[in-house]
């Protein structure tokens, strides 16, 4: 979640962060509406089931650091 409240991020298998806006109600398939375009990493942290990925927002909600096994990624955030 951003500090804010307004938003929910989330990392996906295929390696992208979607963002969702949580201040407007459920659409019709009963989810939050997401703000396009999903944002595309340049590299993807590895995990495993013993070690999962940690994704953590700055206080002012406008950088997202994912942690892996192996790797870090630092994002700007809309």
Do not use: C, H, W
Not at 51 to 77: C, E, S, W, Y
């Amino acid at each position: 979640m951003a500090p804010s409240g307004q938003r929910a991020y989330t990392y996906d298998l295929n390696g992208t962060v979607r963002v969702f806006d949580v201040t407007t109600p459920l659409g019709a398939q009963g989810m939050f509406p997401e703000i396009l375009p999903a944002i595309t990493p340049s590299a993807s942290p590895s995990t495993n089931l013993s070690n999962p990925l940690k994704m953590l927002i700055t206080p002012d909600g406008g950088t997202m650091f994912i942690a892996g096994d192996q790797q870090n990624i630092v994002l700007p955030v809309p």
